[in-house]
Each structure stands twice: as C-alpha cells, then as structure tokens.
C-alpha cells in the first residue's frame, strides 16, 4: 500500500487557499493509501514567534483539519514535536547533505534576503522537511507546486544516505510528488497566491456574511466596466478558479457562458459563488464549532496518531542507527 506524508505549518485558522490546495486533497488521499499527516511546529519556530501564539496556532489548525475531514480512524494525524525522531533524523541527514544543495534553495535565497541575521534553521529546513518525509519511508508526497524543489532534495538526501550506509538494498525511498487537483489558489487581489500575510484570503470557518464582505470586491476582469461588457473568465482569475473548485461543472459552464455573453455582471456571478462555498463550508464551520468547545476530542485524536506515528519512527531509527554504527538506546 503506497504510504504518504504531507505537513502543514501552525498558521491558525485554515483558510480556502490551504483547504483547495492541500486539506481536501488529504481528505480524498486518507482513502487510498496509509496516510501520515503532521502540524509541522518546529519548521514554525525557524522565525520569530510568542510561546503562547504558537500553541493557540497549533491548536486552531489541527481543529481545522479535523473538522475539514481528516479521520483519525483512517490516518495518523498529529504535531511534529510529539514526535521526537523528527530533529534526530534531520540532524544524521545533515550529515550527508551538501552545503550547496542548501544554498541553492529558492525559499532560503529569498527569505535570507528580506533577513538582517540569517540563522541556520532556515538553512536547514528542507533537511528538516527531508527527514519529516523519509522518517516514514514514505514513498509519495502530496504537494503543490512550490515545495518540488525540496521535494527533490528529499530525493538526493535519501540518495546520499543510501549510498553510503544501504548500497545493496536502498532503505529510505526516493519520494515521488503527487502534484495537489488545485496546484495554485491566487488571491482576492488577484496579484499572488492566497496568504494571511497579504491579506488576500477568507478563512475556512468565516461566517457566510464575513465571507461575502470579502468575496464581493474581489478582483475580476479589469475589462468589464458595466454588467453589458463581455467578459472573459480567464481575466477574472480568482473567481473562476474558486468557481471550478466549489461549483457543479454545470455552474462552471454557465458561469463561463454569461460571462462572456454579458448575461451576468461580476456580482451575480459572485452571488452564485457565494452560495455555493456557503453549502461547501457551512458544515465544515459547524463541525469546528464542536472540536473547539471539546478540547479534549482534539487532544484524543493528535494524541493517537502519534502515538502511530511514533512506532513507525522508531522502527526508522533503530534500522538507521543499526546500519551506521550508531549505538541503541
């Protein structure tokens, strides 16, 4: 059975970017495969942060996959610094990562940029993210398409490890991506991929009102000054991508037909949009509400999956240190 890991960062609440790009992708994939899904906090504290908004962000954020569909029956969800093995498989496989593999990131270039001190963390996260991977033999990532580059150098890590302590029979796999349905979600802005950051998102448990209040003067096609323009849905990005991801193919056409037919003006489109996120999400919001009024459920479920992930991340480090000489505990 094809064994998968994926990891997402403690930003708090989901927003529809992550759940279209990477969450519901989970959701289908906890079906097919065994399935490892992890609240990466120690890639979070490569930059500053408070203590107390890291837990509240780590909690928010496993309510939300729960709530969004992830099944602890069916999977093993859980947050990274339950599982110690994590930072000690990064730290061997710093030892057979080459400087400028690093070096030659494009995430660690540009963030290093915008950074007056450069600690090593940042430099050393995709070893981090290598080990988070390959600690479960896992042999298939779902990603988008801006973590490919780490993705392949999880692939020359394990190439390098292998060479040097399992020639004959490679014991780490080289992971393969599995690119997500939804690869890119672009913002309300219509000017870059959807971040809290920017600005530019709506969160996955926003009421239907908070969510109209930020859908409604969402970038469309700069072209169409009044409702009898034609349109086209192409230049009207965001909209048309939320539409493909929350409407009926049925919609979609029609969205398309009368946009370009000048039958809809941007805010009927809108409307129907609106409506259909609503029916989308509106369970999703209700299930959270649950999860955040029982805290204890949320502790339950992180808590078995690692204990899940944990026998198997032992079972890595025991082989690992067995064939490099290491001595066991």
């Not at 602890?72 to 498989?89: D, R």
């Not at 290093?112 to 390959?134: K, T």
């Not at 150098?153 to 490679?170: E, I, M, Q």
């Not at 609503?278 to 078995?304: C, G, K, N, Q, W």
């Amino acid at each position: 059975m094809t064994r998968i890991f994926s990891g997402i960062q403690p930003s708090g609440e989901l927003h529809i970017g992550n759940y279209l790009g990477a969450v519901k992708n989970w959701v289908a994939l906890q079906d097919e495969a065994e399935a490892f899904f992890c609240v990466v906090n120690y890639h979070a504290i490569t930059v500053a942060y408070a203590p107390d908004e890291l837990r509240r962000r780590t909690y928010e954020m496993s309510v939300g996959l729960l709530a969004a569909g992830i099944d602890p029956a069916k999977c093993s969800l859980f947050v990274q610094s339950q599982v110690p093995e994590h930072a000690e498989l990064a730290w061997i496989f710093n030892t057979v990562t080459p400087l400028g593999e690093l070096e030659r990131q494009t995430q660690f270039k540009e963030k290093s940029a915008r950074q007056e001190q450069i600690m090593a963390g940042l430099l050393n996260y995709p070893v981090l993210q290598a080990a988070d991977i390959l600690l479960y033999r896992a042999d298939t990532v779902p990603v988008g398409e801006d973590q490919i580059q780490h993705l392949e150098l999880s692939r020359v890590v394990a190439r390098n490890w292998n060479a040097r302590f399992s020639p004959d029979a490679p014991f780490f796999p080289e992971p393969k991506p599995r690119l997500t349905p939804t690869r890119r979600i672009v913002g309300l802005d219509g000017q870059a991929k959807m971040s809290k950051s920017m600005g530019n998102t709506i969160g996955l448990l926003e009421e239907p009102a908070a969510m109209w209040d930020k859908l409604r003067p969402a970038v469309t096609d700069p072209a169409r000054q009044r409702k009898t323009d034609a349109g086209n849905p192409e230049q009207c990005a965001t909209i048309f991508q939320l539409h493909k991801a929350f409407s009926a193919e049925a919609t979609v056409a029609e969205v398309e037909s009368n946009c370009r037919g000048a039958q809809w003006g941007c805010i009927d489109c809108k409307k129907v949009l609106h409506a259909n996120m609503v029916a989308e999400l509106t369970p999703i919001r209700e299930r959270a509400a649950v999860l955040m009024a029982s805290p204890a459920l949320v502790a339950d479920a992180l808590d078995h999956g690692a204990a899940k992930a944990r026998a198997v991340a032992q079972e890595t480090m025991t082989e690992t240190k067995e064939k490099m000489g290491l001595p066991l505990a």
